[in-house]
């Protein structure tokens, strides 16, 4: 359950070039719930989506998940928060190259795992899941754009969260893949996450799986 | 935390990063080489000079006239041999001959055949000579340095020294010496006492010096203040004032070059930080990504300061390897001259291995302080990179 | 001329480098100190957040370096007794100018306090919204004066270390010589013996109990009585000498640099043994690791002190 209220966020507070990237901002999200954020870029639903994630901290309002105020938290609880509920999928799928998709996959569980045993099990499930085990030991430079996306996907996944974040998801795909990853969506809402997806992609218009559509424009929900 | 993971992707960084890091690395393994096999050198010196004057006498005595040592009583020893604590007392005669040819001084030495010798390795050696073929003919056993001085004028049988009073004496060349501790004794000539009396101009009833022997340690301020006592104008060296004054000498002397380093190594500090400050766009990036998938600060700090540490300390473990091998294997060309000087024979020397765990940790101390502090600032700059990054 | 020698040098360069590190913390602590709101949520606050991490950073990588340079201290003060004349082992120089041991006491406070801050510091991390994020920065601006007076004092006394004159040895410092009881309380060695086992058992039990200011207190006075002890006692059967009283000696290479084992497991015992009711003041709460670590260290320490004596009697059948 994600609950934002009154929540504002400006840019260079304070000084000549403060830009006010999202004002007034009340949203609630209820579980397993998947909830798309449509608007052109720079409207603010990327902002709106690192304040989610406590990547950025708002100028004022409160966010709550879980009943847990998380907006003021120090970054060591911020991160830890970060790493048990949230998984992130980037435009640009944010892989690094040269490892492994495997590896790729492990960082998540680097800060929270102790045993390695655990993290390859943890790996192997999540790779399963996003269709992906038979490219496991490739480094990720060599795979497609498609495939790609799928690692990313299992890296969201691996530590198990139960929201998960796509920042434009489909904007670096074909149709093909893109239309794939709809049917992905479904197997989230499946498990129970709760979804954001911030896109302007049209192809998640008036889509079954999601349940709720919210325009963004100028950093005010309309 | 730390796992096998963590450890992949921490030295990947360093692999991807290894432009950034070669030049480092380089740098910091020629800086360690520098202090360290100075460093090395002159710990090795000064443990070599310290061995050989551990097997030295435990007094010296000489008589002063006008502020100058001359020649001093054996008849001195009869009075000397009775204070409380010596085991023995010895004359010794010895000093320098300029050899003409080449001008350069020889140490010439006396040695009584008969008598408990002055050093420990003198012992060994006269109980290893043959005494009758020695004394056959006027002898003398050579270093190596004087070995090379006198076969460079094939005088490779016999030498002839003059006398103060330019009368000649041809002296047979019956060995050279393999020196332990060449640095003491590749200058010596070692020929029977009476000889080298004749040669140096020393009266039957003098010598160069008198030495003591004070087994216990605690009795020596005791010793020293009787001797003192005992006779007017003379000169009372303490073996552990050697001691010091040789720590003295060769610590002192690195620590000139300690000073100089310390510029150099400011140097490297600001270069240090200069380049690790440089942060690009991927560095960004990579950074952001990593605090997406939950990393905190704390963490990115670990991960960055691991990173630089692991440049760092190979560069030290490296630095200090190769400097061990030009110290000890190849002794330490140019470096030597500078700490032995040329005063006596310039001849090769080897070094005996010697490090200890103190001076590790003194170069250890030298190095890695300044280099982790010049990496602290860029390392929290770094890990203070908004993590927004990651979306661009 | 004694502040040519190698290890001076580097003692101090490393000394300076960090008493700059400290400052850079200390004008950053400074400025975090009187703007910090942790409820605001403006841009500064955010700014300043980020800056602690800088100050924490530097204070934790310095006072690890610091924790180093205690024992690299006592190793330089005895090597310098090879070149000031009289001295055989630290106890001449430390005692041959009258900054010596209050510089030795000082550094010793200093690292307390450090690692009093270093606990301090990982319990504020693990805790939401930095409850003793303020005490911590008291703390270090403590710390921090006592780092510069500490280093005013590292150069008068090293300056000051005669080279010429020659200073007493350990067996005059501590009285094998001179007479007379150098024990406190006019105590004989059997009656510190015996209170130092009391006290060690005190320690033990009050630990085992979880009493913190009982385990303090006993602590404290088994820190004092153990410093005499192993002088006047444990010390003569590491030597194997009965005249020779030195804590310095110990840590020469011809006894295994022993002394470095013997006095860090008495200093960390202690060190947990005190700072545990300390801390506790501070955040309300038992750090049960603490009185563990301290029992571990302090029986570490007990043993191996023992350990010399029995094996000397094994060995010679009789006791010193």
Request: include cysteine; charge should be negative.
């Amino acid at each position: 359950m994600i609950k934002i209220e009154h929540l504002n966020k400006i840019f260079n507070e304070n000084r000549s070039n403060a830009y006010v990237a999202l004002k007034d901002i009340n949203l609630h999200i209820k579980p397993a719930q998947t909830v798309v954020i449509k608007g052109v870029s720079g409207s603010g639903k990327s902002t709106l989506l690192s304040i989610i994630a406590t990547l950025i901290k708002p100028s004022s309002g409160s966010l709550m998940v879980d009943e847990q105020m998380i907006a003021k938290l120090p970054d060591t609880h911020a991160s830890h928060f970060r790493n048990v509920h949230i998984g992130f999928i980037f435009q640009a799928f944010n892989l690094f190259d040269e490892l492994s998709v495997k590896d790729n996959v492990a960082m998540p569980l680097i800060v929270s795992e102790n045993r390695q045993e655990r993290i390859d099990k943890k790996v192997l499930e999540a790779m399963e899941l996003a269709n992906i085990t038979h490219k496991k030991d490739q480094s990720v430079h060599n795979l497609s754009g498609g495939e790609k996306q799928r690692c990313a996907i299992a890296r969201a996944l691996v530590h198990n969260p139960h929201i998960i974040l796509c920042d434009e998801p489909t904007a670096n795909l074909d149709r093909e893949n893109s239309l794939k990853f709809i049917e992905i969506l479904k197997s989230f809402k499946a498990l129970g996450k709760t979804v954001v997806i911030a896109t302007h992609d049209p192809l998640f218009d008036n889509l079954e799986s999601v349940d709720r559509t919210i325009l963004i424009e100028d950093g005010k929900i309309r | 935390m730390p796992n096998k993971v963590f450890f992949n992707f921490l030295f990947l960084l360093i692999f991807r990063h290894r432009s950034k890091h070669i030049a480092i690395f380089i740098i910091s393994t020629l800086v360690v080489i520098l202090f360290s096999s100075v460093m090395l050198l002159s710990h090795a010196i000064e443990q070599d000079a310290q061995a050989s004057l551990s097997a030295q006498p435990d007094f010296i005595i000489q008589k002063m006239h006008a502020g100058r040592a001359v020649e001093t009583p054996v008849e001195w020893l009869d009075e000397l041999s009775e204070i409380e604590g010596v085991s023995s007392a010895l004359p010794r005669v010895y000093g320098s001959y300029f050899y003409t040819p080449n001008a350069e001084y020889f140490t010439l030495v006396g040695i009584d055949l008969f008598d408990r010798q002055i050093s420990e390795s003198l012992e060994r050696l006269v109980k290893d000579l043959d005494v009758k073929d020695f004394l056959a003919q006027p002898s003398m056993i050579i270093g190596s340095g004087v070995k090379t001085h006198l076969d460079k004028f094939y005088y490779k049988e016999h030498y002839t020294f003059r006398t103060p009073a330019r009368e000649k004496r041809e002296v047979s060349i019956y060995d050279s010496l393999l020196s332990e501790t060449n640095i003491v004794s590749s200058d010596m000539i070692l020929m029977e006492e009476s000889l080298a009396r004749d040669i140096l101009g020393v009266d039957e009833e003098l010598s160069t010096d008198l030495v003591l022997y004070v087994p216990n340690e605690l009795e020596h301020d005791n010793v020293k203040e009787k001797i003192i006592l005992l006779f007017n104008n003379i000169r009372v060296i303490e073996k552990e004032e050697l001691s010091t004054a040789y720590a003295q000498m060769f610590n002192y002397k690195g620590g000139l070059f300690l000073l100089l380093y310390m510029v150099v190594l400011m140097t490297f500090i600001l270069i240090l930080y200069q380049r690790y400050s440089m942060i690009s766009s991927s560095d960004k990036k990579e950074i952001g990504i990593l605090r997406a998938l939950g990393w905190s600060v704390n963490m990115v700090i670990r991960l960055k300061i691991m990173e630089s540490l692991i440049v760092g300390l190979s560069a030290f473990v490296l630095g200090i390897l190769l400097a061990y091998g030009y110290v000890f294997y190849l002794d330490a060309p140019l470096l030597s001259e500078i700490f032995l000087g040329n005063a006596n024979l310039s001849n090769k020397i080897t070094f005996n291995h010697s490090v200890d765990f103190g001076l590790l940790t003194l170069l250890f101390l030298f190095f890695m302080a300044p280099y982790i502090s010049a990496v602290l600032i860029p390392v929290w700059r770094i890990a203070i990179t908004d993590p927004l990054e990651a979306m661009k | 001329m004694i502040l040519l020698s190698n290890e001076v040098i580097i003692f101090l360069f490393v000394e300076s480098l960090l008493l700059l590190l400290l400052s850079i913390a200390f004008i950053n602590t400074l400025s975090i100190y009187s703007k910090w709101d942790f409820n605001a949520s403006t841009s500064l606050q955010y700014r300043l957040e980020k800056r602690a991490y800088l100050v924490v950073l530097i204070i934790v990588v310095s006072l690890g370096f610091k924790i180093l340079l205690l024992p690299y201290f006592s190793f330089m003060i005895d090597q310098l007794s090879a070149m000031v004349p009289g001295a055989m082992c630290g106890a001449g120089v430390l005692s041959s100018n009258e900054y010596g041991s209050t510089l030795l006491s000082l550094k010793v406070v200093t690292l307390f306090l450090t690692g009093a801050w270093l606990i301090l510091n990982s319990e504020d991390i693990k805790a939401p919204a930095y409850p003793y994020f303020k005490i911590k920065l008291l703390l270090f601006i403590m710390i921090y004066l006592l780092v510069v007076f500490e280093s005013a004092l590292d150069i008068l006394y090293l300056i000051n270390i005669p080279t010429g004159a020659p200073v007493a040895c350990c067996s005059s410092i501590y009285g094998a010589i001179t007479g007379g009881s150098p024990l406190p309380f006019n105590l004989d060695i059997t009656r510190i013996l015996i209170l130092f086992y009391l006290f060690y058992l005190l320690s033990v039990v009050s630990s085992l109990a979880r009493y913190s200011f009982l385990n303090t207190v006993a602590n404290l006075l088994f820190l004092y009585i153990a410093y005499f002890a192993v002088v006047y006692f444990f010390g003569t059967y590491i030597y194997e000498l009965p005249t020779h009283q030195c804590p310095f000696c110990m840590l020469q290479a011809e006894y295994y640099y022993v002394g470095y084992v013997i006095w860090g497991t008495l200093f960390l015992g202690s060190f947990f043994g005190i700072s545990a009711f300390i801390l506790k003041l501070i955040i309300k709460r038992e750090l049960s690791y603490m009185y563990r670590l301290s029992l571990v260290f302090n029986t570490l320490f007990v043993s191996l002190v023992s350990v010399y004596v029995l094996v000397f009697y094994l060995k010679n059948g009789v006791l010193l």
